[in-house]
């Protein structure tokens, strides 16, 4: 059972670029979630998406957007690239039953994450 | 006040220490609690889920005191493998809906 892929490992890239990232979920789940990780520091939640539609936001500017499609899989863009934003991209994926609900021993499970430096 | 709190560390101890993290939340209608264990450089990992009943893996409690907004990890005989970041995690939402909101993290180190 494949588990939460992520691609790529490691991406270099100048101050003014753009970048995607991309996520294929864990067999069986459907919502995704991206959190960005400074060195250091806890994930930070960037949003998540389920069934195609942005369900939640963090607090991150707009240059970041993402985009989840049919088969569950998800981009993460980022825009206008800072140095600031040279972190860990974690991508998450998680179950809903029907009805949109989870269960409260459901949790998310992350990827190996994306390293992304700017420079 | 920060939404997660957890001890600074780093925790260094000997083999077959006990080790005791802890963690405040601020926000108290947070609905579902977890440890996630991250190795350097690599991805967090379910370490498990922590309920007010309290709940044991082998080695590892995790205690849950709501009225107090405290979570807590208890390692017993430590092993060299243990060595690692131990991130206390907090979500507003029951299971996997929602953001979930990370502490810093406690690094752990475990010598011979």
């Known amino acids: 059972d494949a588990g939460v892929t992520q691609s790529p490992t490691h991406l270099i890239k100048t101050r003014g670029q753009q970048v995607t990232l991309r996520c294929s979920p864990k067999?069986?789940?459907?919502?995704v979630s991206w959190y960005q990780q400074a060195l250091g520091q806890g994930p930070q939640f960037i949003f998540q998406y389920y069934e195609e539609e942005e369900r939640q936001r963090g607090n991150f500017p707009d240059r970041f957007s993402g985009h989840q499609f049919p088969n569950y899989s998800s981009e993460l863009n980022v825009n206008a690239l800072l140095l600031g934003d040279s972190a860990l991209y974690l991508c998450?994926?998680?179950?809903?039953?029907?009805?949109?609900?989870?269960?409260?021993?459901?949790?998310?499970?992350f990827g190996p994450g994306t390293r992304l430096t700017v420079l | 006040r920060k939404e997660v709190e957890q001890d600074p560390g780093p925790f260094n101890v000997p083999e077959g220490a006990t080790v005791a993290f802890n963690c405040t939340y601020s926000n108290s209608a947070s609905q579902s609690f977890f440890w996630y264990r991250q190795d350097c450089r690599k991805e967090p990992k379910l370490l498990m889920s922590v309920y007010s009943s309290g709940n044991e893996d082998g080695r590892f409690t995790a205690q849950l005191n709501r009225a107090s907004q405290y979570i807590s990890l208890l390692i017993r005989d430590s092993k060299l493998s243990d060595s690692a970041t131990y991130l206390c995690v907090v979500n507003l939402y029951g299971g996997s809906q929602g953001n979930l909101i990370f502490g810093k993290g406690t690094k752990l180190s475990v010598k011979p």
């Open positions: 998450a994926s998680s179950p809903t039953t029907s009805g949109g609900t989870t269960s409260s021993t459901d949790t998310q499970y």
């Open positions: 067999s069986g789940h459907d919502t």
